[in-house]
Each structure stands twice: as C-alpha cells, then as structure tokens.
C-alpha cells in the first residue's frame, strides 16, 4: 500500500471536502453529456458489424461512416471527420487550415499566439501567402470583448476565419467557457458575418454540456488521445463542422475526389466508439482528479489556476511551485505513483523547439496521452506545472498525493 505523510493525508481529507461542490457539478454534466452519447449511438444504430475492419481503400467502410455521424451529432455539427489517420491534434488543426484556407487569405486569432506546435504552421502556412494574425485580446489574462469589438470594427481586413484557441497552453490566461465562445461568435458575426470560425478545442471536449459547435462556431478540431478518445483510442483526431467545410477538409487530410469516402480502419472503429462512449465519464473522472489538485495545492500554500471552485472550460490545472526542485519534485512523484513507467526518474531535458528545459511525467498505457494523468513544465519562472488528465479518480489521486509528499521532503528536508 501507500504510505503518505499524516500532514498530506489531513490535508487530502481536507481536500476532498472542499471539493464536494465541484465533484457534484462534474458529475452532473458527465451524467448530461452521457446521456448524449448514448442517444447518439441510438440514433445512429451502431452495431456489432460496425466494428468490423477494413483494409486497402476503406471503401464502403460503414463503421467509419457511423461514427462520423455519432460525433455529428453529439457535437451539433452537420458532418465529422474521426480518422485514426490524424497523428494528433497539431495535425488535425493542420488539415483544418490548410484545408479551408487558401492563397491570399487572412485568419485571425482572437485568443492571441497559438499553441507552441502551431508555431510552424504558423510560418508554413507564409509560405502559401496565407497570413495567420494573432493580435493579444487579453486584459489581466481575461478576454477584453470591447478591444475585439473595435478592433473588428476598424479592420479594414477581409478576415476568410477566425481562429479561437479554448484551452491555454503554456500561458496563464483563463481558458475560454462555451460562454465566452458563445459572445466572441456573436460580436464576429456582427463585422464578419460570412467568415469561418474554426475553434482549437483541445482539452475542452466534454467538459460543459455543449461544445463550441453549439454555439456558432462553424469547425472544431481535436485530437483523440485527449478528451474524446476517452482513455482509450491510440492515436487519432478529429475535425467536425460544417458539411462543406468537412468536405474540403476531408481532401485535404486524403486526396480531393476521395475525401471522406477512403481510409482503411483496419479493426481501429470499435475502440474510437468505445473512447468516445466513454468519454464523459472519463472527462469527469479527469477534472475531478484536477480540482482535488488545485484544493490540495492551494491547502500547501501554492497559487493554483484555475482555483478548485472556479468553473472549467478544460482539464488543465496549473500550479505555482517556485522553484526548479519543487517543480522536479512533483514530476517525480507523480511519475513514481502511475501505472505504466513507475520507476523511470523523468529529468529536465533540451526538447526541441523550446527556449527552456522542459520536465514531463506521463506513466501512460498511450504514449503522449494527455487524459491520461500527466504533467509537464518548463524550466523556467514561476516554476509552474501544468498538469492534466487522470481516466481514473482513485488512482490519479494517490498520484497527486505522491507529488505532494515528494514535494514535503523537498520542503521538509
Ligand atoms: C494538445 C493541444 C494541441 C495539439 O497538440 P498535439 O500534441 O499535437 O495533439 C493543440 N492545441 C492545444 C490548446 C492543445 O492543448
């Protein structure tokens, strides 16, 4: 069994006390966004036969098709795109853009820079002459709505999208409510009736009771070893939106003249159908594993954000930690106490692309699962962690506490 320090055992019951609110929420929309699902795998009739492979072309394959159209309908979207073909979420939002966009056209960010990865799509993209402008909306890390408002008023530029990041990265904004999005869709549609707006919704899956497709935006794109994939999907991603768009995304990600209707899935449909069933439980188990972080953090006299009462628009949860040894303490602790590499010693390393050392701790069944618990910081000030994920409450917790007391030593030394 697991012995803990009795002061992070009393802080844990402490924890899981203030907690008790949350949870209730969490449940409530999981048992919500459950009921979706299984309606949509009513509607749509999915069956046995479903799971059954293809190979070569992936002509005519009805599984690929029907759960297509599971996700369709769970997302409120006209068409879908699930591929096992998506090598992540970097990917996905790759064929989205490249998909949609073409040459001369302009995009812009409202939620600021993208995501690291997307940095050389970013340059990439120059290439084509299409320019992907990101202005900083943000006013002490929160949307300023009337700064967007004039900006598009003023803007004397013929934007083809809009681009809208949900969940943060690396940075100390909030993420974004489907409230928010729901504002931002409205005041574009006031300059920008026509444009395209194409939601990075990674993280976000699953964790409100409607998702950005709901209301307003016209493409989210995500990738399936996150939310949607539940835990168990390997690889994968998706694209979901408008029919035409869906469409010239589809031709891009095959070939134009294909599109949707080729991709092998070679036995791959029942595990995607089975992620994404269990999907909603899996997101809740994943946010209450990071509200009981951020009340046990708070409780060790760290700043946490978001803080364990705030609403969630994502299953990202980072803390302060302050110093380098705190923040490879609890990438160690964590790592020790996780089911798959529990005594690999993960180390500050050079990653490619990075302006800091970077330290990451997965113990995943899928490599680079995100919804699987994990964590991850640079190397640099505040010496913050970045932790998400945790398919399983009971054992991401004694993960949590694992960290915790890896940090006590540290402190207590
Ligand atoms: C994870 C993530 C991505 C995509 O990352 P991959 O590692 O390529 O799947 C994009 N945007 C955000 C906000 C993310 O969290």
Redesign the pocket.
Known sequence: MFNFNKKILNASEKALEMCKNQFEIIGDIAAHNQQKVLRAFIDQKISDMHFNATTGYGYNDSGREALDRVFSQIFDTEDSCVRHNFV????A?NVALFGVLRSDDKILSLTGSP?N??HKTISYLKEFNIDFVHIDFFNNNKLDYEKIKSYLKNSKENFKALYI?R?P?YSFRESLTINDIKKLVEIARIFYPKTIIIV?N??GEFVQKLEPTSVGADLIVG?L??NPGGGIARTGGYISGKKNLIEMCACRLTTPGTGKDVGATLGLNRELFMGVFNAPQVVGEALKTVVFAAALCELLGYETMPKYSEIRSDIVQTVKLGSPGLLIAFCQGLQSASPIDSFVMPEPWDMPGYDHQIIMAAGAFTQ?S?IELSADAPLSEPYAVWLQGGINFNSAKIGILSAASKMFEIEHK
Request: charged share 10%.
């Open positions: 992540s979420g970097t990917h939002l995501y990865t997307m990041q969940s990265g990075d990674c993280y990738s070893i996150k680079g995100s």
